[in-house]
């Protein structure tokens, strides 16, 4: 099945890669492959944080892109696109252990698909400090919705704890076929 808006057969490869602590190369995301690959990289930010990037599952339409350097609040600009129009990519951007997330911050992320990849970071953090891992490596994606419902759980994530290595989330989106006659692009695990 192709999706017309986005030119792309599905499923869709899709990966999503951090900006490790120390290395230049951006955070980015990347849908499809060779011609027709849409490409993102994270703003450039001299802060340690995190990427929150939103795309549009009709069209594939890049909605949001903002580093996040509080490691404690939720971005306010994330709140219009509380919905399941909406996929959201997460991925660390210079991610200095001091700076892992807490609070708001991190309720909201549990919420939204973090899972086991997330408290593993936090653990070794808490466990071991700044001083043993400087920085980590994290991405995530998952489906976004409303703030008063449910939606799926768990997202997929990626955690490295390697000094210097990007974290590199590799997923599938599948063009799935609603109920209401109209299609949207959804994040699914790799198939075989």
């Not at 759980?153 to 609603?178: C, K, N, P, Q, W």
Request: glycine share 8%.
């Amino acid at each position: 099945m192709t999706t017309p808006n986005a030119n792309l057969a599905s499923p869709a490869a899709f990966s999503v890669r951090s900006q490790a602590y120390g290395v230049q190369s951006p955070a980015l995301f990347i849908i499809g492959e060779g011609a027709s690959a849409i490409t993102h990289n994270a703003p450039p930010s001299p802060k340690s944080g995190l990427w929150f990037a939103v795309i549009d599952r009709s069209t594939l339409a890049l909605a949001l892109s903002i580093v996040h350097d509080d490691n404690t609040t939720v971005p306010p600009e994330i709140l219009p696109y509380l919905d399941d129009k909406y996929i959201l990519v997460v991925a660390s951007v210079y991610l200095s252990m001091l700076h892992t997330p807490q609070g708001e911050l991190f309720k909201f992320l549990d919420k939204y698909g973090a899972g086991r990849g997330l408290r593993r970071m936090i653990n070794i953090a808490t466990q071991f400090g700044c001083g043993s891992y400087g920085g980590m490596s994290y991405c995530m994606v998952n489906t976004l919705f409303s703030s008063s419902g449910m939606g799926p759980a768990v997202g997929f994530e990626e955690v490295d704890t390697t000094y210097g290595a990007s974290a590199l989330l590799t997923v599938e989106l599948r063009d799935i076929d609603l109920e209401n006659g109209t299609s949207m692009w959804t994040p699914t695990s790799l198939s075989d």
